[in-house]
């Protein structure tokens, strides 16, 4: 096992997702080990109410981890991923689609400093404000890979999945 990796969905989705799935398809594929852990419940409170729950969850997945793991998240799980590096040692964040802020969430994004970590944001995202995720990364000298996407990333997966085999080399 080249390391681990644990990949959170966003809202409105689950650990079968299109993107996680193709993630941790290819981690594994690579000798990486994955756990996609599942958040639906906790979505059912809201975009604000399911992030303490999401949270929890992630914590425990970081706590049962074999070494510290690569944290990959999709809009609210990339939220979350970089709340969760705060708390606990992490070998590095993948982040898609990001949101800085959650409606109704007093906590603005947050990330453990001195990780690897690398953004994926598309264009047309309308969702998650392409400025203000371009704004953190750019605080933190984070590399990024822009896209000419939407939100769910649909289109440019692909290109996605080839920047993540680079990312996950660099850290091996």
């Given at each position: 096992?080249?390391?681990?990796?644990?990949?959170?969905?966003?809202?409105?989705?689950?650990?079968?997702?299109?993107?996680?799935?193709?993630?941790?398809?290819?981690?594994?594929?690579?000798?990486?080990?994955?756990?996609?852990?599942?958040?639906?419940?906790?979505?059912?409170?809201?975009?604000?109410?399911?992030?303490?729950?999401?949270?929890?969850?992630?914590?425990?997945?970081?706590?049962?981890?074999?070494?510290?793991?690569?944290?990959?998240?999709?809009?609210?799980?990339a939220f979350v991923?970089?709340?969760?590096?705060?708390?606990?040692?992490?070998?590095?964040?993948?982040?898609?689609?990001?949101?800085?802020?959650?409606?109704?969430?007093?906590?603005?994004?947050?990330?453990?400093?001195?990780?690897?970590?690398?953004?994926?944001?598309?264009?047309?995202?309308d969702v998650c404000?392409?400025?203000?995720?371009?704004?953190?990364?750019?605080?933190?000298?984070?590399?990024?890979?822009?896209?000419?996407?939407?939100?769910?990333?649909?289109?440019?997966?692909?290109?996605?999945?080839?920047?993540?085999?680079?990312?996950?080399?660099?850290?091996?």
């Amino acid at each position: 096992m080249r390391g681990h990796i644990i990949l959170s969905h966003g809202s409105d989705s689950g650990p079968d997702a299109t993107k996680v799935s193709a993630l941790a398809a290819l981690a594994e594929r690579l000798g990486w080990s994955t756990v996609r852990p599942d958040y639906r419940e906790a979505d059912r409170l809201g975009y604000a109410g399911s992030i303490a729950p999401r949270l929890a969850t992630l914590g425990e997945a970081l706590a049962a981890a074999p070494v510290p793991p690569v944290l990959v998240g999709s809009s609210m799980g990339a939220f979350v991923s970089g709340l969760a590096s705060l708390d606990a040692p992490v070998a590095g964040l993948f982040l898609l689609a990001l949101p800085t802020r959650i409606p109704g969430y007093p906590r603005a994004f947050a990330a453990r400093e001195g990780v690897p970590s690398f953004l994926v944001h598309g264009y047309a995202d309308d969702v998650c404000p392409l400025d203000d995720a371009l704004a953190f990364a750019s605080g933190r000298r984070m590399p990024a890979l822009l896209v000419d996407d939407d939100h769910r990333l649909g289109a440019t997966l692909g290109d996605i999945e080839a920047e993540f085999g680079r990312f996950l080399e660099r850290l091996a």
